[in-house]
């Protein structure tokens, strides 16, 4: 969270920084406030990569774990189910769901995570600065949110029908080509075939 507050300090910074330099009368003034935003512009940009580098890591290493147990739940309640399920499920398609389900999980609980939440404090210390500097500004920017909250609803539904419609046809290709590579070692096993 310190990471997504690191980028509305960094806006406020520089229009600080544009000020000092239109508002300055002689060119000491300018290098003095130079110096002074240069410092301070460093240490936020350290404070970011710090805090940036922690918080990656911590969510990757979460993500990686509770994939693996994910992983591990799923195989067990595979083995769990009666013969006769398998016989009406398509075990081609099983093998590239359960890739894909959790790899899904794993990017869902990691990195989309860990983005959310970067991105909530970038908007609650964005709209903290910006209330508190230019309010009149600030409520007039808010009001605007649910026009744009609406267009992202629509985009995130689109997006995800797409998905899921590229996911099908992505497990009935991967079914296909599981066979057919099947097929071959069959022939090739009953030694019909020469390579």
Request: glycine fraction near 6%.
């Amino acid at each position: 969270m310190v990471a997504g507050c690191s980028f509305p300090w960094f806006a406020f910074l520089w229009g600080k920084i544009l000020d000092a330099f239109l508002n300055a009368d002689d060119a000491n003034a300018r290098l003095e406030s130079a110096i002074y935003y240069r410092n301070i512009f460093f240490y936020v940009g350290i404070g970011a990569l710090f805090s940036s580098w922690i918080a990656f890591a911590s969510w990757t290493i979460l993500s990686e774990r509770m994939a693996v147990k994910c992983r591990k739940a799923y195989m067990k309640s595979l083995l769990r189910q009666d013969v006769g399920w398998y016989d009406q499920q398509n075990q081609f398609e099983l093998s590239s769901q359960f890739n894909a389900d959790s790899l899904a999980y794993q990017k869902a609980t990691g990195e989309k995570i860990g983005s959310m939440f970067n991105l909530l404090a970038m908007f609650v210390c964005g709209a903290a600065i910006a209330i508190s500097l230019r309010w009149t500004m600030a409520l007039v920017i808010l009001a605007t949110l649910p026009v744009i909250g609406f267009g992202c609803i629509i985009f995130i539904y689109l997006i995800h029908r797409k998905n899921s419609t590229f996911q099908e046809l992505y497990e009935q290709s991967d079914s296909c080509a599981h066979q057919a590579l099947n097929s071959i070692k069959t022939v090739k096993s009953m030694n019909g075939e020469e390579f």
